[in-house]
């Protein structure tokens, strides 16, 4: 009879610990537990910019690579216009599961929400994975350009006010606040011809219907290679391994500013920690593959692959140096 009563007391405190098991794990938030099994599903690469330039490919060769590491098809999606803004909208004001990534740029996370209108999100509304890939900004014209040298551009402009145009790729973008700054401190006055992207700036570059653009190195090393188009600065402390040719922007005379472009990854802000960490651990291994890394380190770009932390100081230092350049460049995003 004693045994018989343990063993009865036995099952209900048995009965009462799984109970209670059960009860634990009804109240584990529901984020939790998407967060532990994320992804469940495709992911997607948000590309701010048009098919075609560095941006796009990049995101492509990443998209690729990430796919490996979290078991589920990362997707390339271009919502371009605005100087990237249209997509730095969109993934601000989506979901913050993880699933929609942001392909950032100067543009869409520091400039764009300085200059433009319409902008509906702030640099705090995206909580970063990386920052992957550094570049500096290249001074081209067309291969068939008459200008051979900076000099050349700026005694022209000189001659003929308002006559000579640069390029870029969109009202606010770095490449237009870049080449303010440089008409500016030479003292001429150029045309601004914004497009929607870095390759509809370079089609109209290489046709000759505008003189001038400074876009990213990745973009143009294929035109470089082949004479189409001709470097004639670059913007960085020392000449470029890949362009040892091409003077910097002081030994061409005129100071050099410390913007640059780079590319980084960032999600919306409210996305929890344990799916930013999955991510940008994927998006680390993506571009720290031998191969991509080759490829980007072949043409001479840094690969500093950062951690969430380490690329959120970064963009704070970025506010802070893009600010100045802003006011120095008198450009407009509008």
Do not use: C
Not at 254 to 261: S, V
Not at 268 to 284: F, G, Y
């Amino acid at each position: 009879m004693l045994f018989k009563s343990m063993s009865l007391i036995m099952k209900r405190k048995l009965g009462w610990i799984a109970a209670g098991a059960v009860m634990a794990m009804s109240i584990v938030p529901t984020g939790a537990v998407h967060a532990a099994q994320f992804p469940e599903k495709p992911v997607r690469i948000v590309v701010p910019f048009t098919a075609g330039g560095f941006t796009d490919i990049l995101a492509r060769r990443l998209a690729e690579q990430m796919s490996g590491t979290l078991g589920q098809p990362v997707i390339v999606e271009n919502k371009a216009g605005a100087s990237g803004i249209i997509g730095g909208n969109y993934v601000a004001k989506s979901p913050a599961d993880g699933y929609t990534i942001l392909l950032e740029t100067p543009d869409t996370v520091v400039t764009g929400p300085m200059l433009m209108e319409g902008v509906q999100y702030k640099p705090s509304d995206l909580r970063q994975l990386s920052l992957l890939v550094q570049q500096p900004l290249v001074l081209v014209v067309s291969g068939k350009s008459q200008y051979k040298s900076l000099d050349d551009v700026m005694k022209a402009a000189k001659a003929n006010p308002g006559a000579l145009t640069y390029a870029s790729w969109g009202n606010g973008s770095s490449a237009q606040i870049a080449s303010s700054i440089l008409t500016k401190s030479a003292g001429v006055n150029m045309t601004h011809v914004p497009y929607k992207g870095v390759a509809n700036a370079l089609t109209d570059l290489l046709g000759e219907r505008v003189d001038m653009l400074y876009v990213g190195m990745l973009s143009t090393v294929d035109y470089l290679n082949d004479g189409r188009l001709r470097p004639i600065a670059i913007n960085r402390s020392e000449r470029a391994p890949m362009l040892p040719q091409v003077p910097t922007l002081a030994e061409a005379g005129f100071a050099i500013y410390p913007i640059g472009l780079w590319y980084a990854m960032g999600v919306p802000a409210d996305t929890p920690t344990e799916v930013v960490n999955k991510l940008s651990e994927a998006a680390r291994k993506a571009v720290e593959a031998p191969e991509v890394k080759k490829w980007l380190t072949d043409m001479g770009m840094d690969v500093p692959a950062l951690d969430p932390a380490a690329t959120e100081a970064f963009m704070k230092s970025e506010i802070e140096n893009w600010g100045p350049a802003i006011r120095s460049s008198g450009a407009s995003g509008n």
